[in-house]
């Protein structure tokens, strides 16, 4: 049962990145859209994830709920290491589901809508930004269990290039599939072409931001480039995702809308299954001490097979409610 339990972790993580992710990038591609045309795109974007915003953090939800239950080590080393950049990032999302339903549900439309945009734009960037650095954090080996003062606990372990070069990766990954994902939402010939060009251009950010990763850790003393280089199954990985970048630049000339959405989220789920191949089971290296595993950290016994059946049956209700949720506001209201 302890497999299933991961299978579901992973899942949700993927998930979380694909759909929040997208989500929290709608808000991205919004900061980064000309004023003039900003008003459309808050609508477009609105009328798109609204539906379904808050049942994205389903997912998050599920892994902090996997992680206490059925690995409490790894969860209690991250809430405690880990405490200030969790906290900014919740808060970030806090800030933003706050301000997505002011700035539509305010009876009175002042400057605050003004307020309203601000808060959502800069958090969209600050949640993804802030979730970055903390998975940055988890697998840097700057997490010291036996810090011998506050810096080195509560901030040394996660305030250096490496964590932030990955918060800014994933902030670029966030918008990139939030521009592709939104193409096939509008008719709008100028506006689709306003998001094919930001698509491309967060492409490239995204490149970039994803060599990044590497110039940091190399600065920062980790053997992040050798590694993956050395990996055949990690690099196959990186190469595919290379592949399919190349597939998709061709796709976003012409704004199809499913093969796009395809290989965009194929596409980051191969840079995550490159670097989740590589540190399994290894899910926090430390500076000292041994690493927490998905192995070493279970809860073994009771707690993961109880939590596994419970994540076997809810399944059979959350998946089916979820894809109906998302299929329902595809269609068109003719063909409701």
Known sequence: MLYVVIAFLCLAILMYLLLGGADFGAGIVELITPGAVREKVRTITYSTIGPIWEANHMWLIIAIVILFVGFPPIYTMLSVHLHIPLVLMLLGIIGRGTAFIFRHYDAVKDDMQRVYNLIFTYSSFITPFFLGVIAGAMVSGQI???????????????????????GIFTVAICGFLAAVFLIGEV???????LFI??????????FISGGLVFLAAEIDGLSLTKERFTDWVSLSFLILATVCLVILWKYLRTGHKTICRLLAGFQITLILGSFGYHYFPDF???KSG????????????LPIETLGWALLLGSLLILPSLFYLIYSFQRRPAEL
């Open 144 to 166: 010291d269990p036996n810090a011998p003062d506050f810096y080195s606990a509560y901030i040394g372990s996660w305030l250096h290039l490496f964590s932030i070069s990955v």
């Open 187 to 193: 008719e709008d010939e100028a506006i689709k072409a």
């Open 197 to 206: 060009q930001r698509a491309k251009v967060l492409t490239f950010l995204t």
């Open 284 to 286: 926090i290296i430390v």
């Open 290 to 301: 041994e690493n927490l595993s998905l192995f070493n950290s279970a809860a073994m016994g």
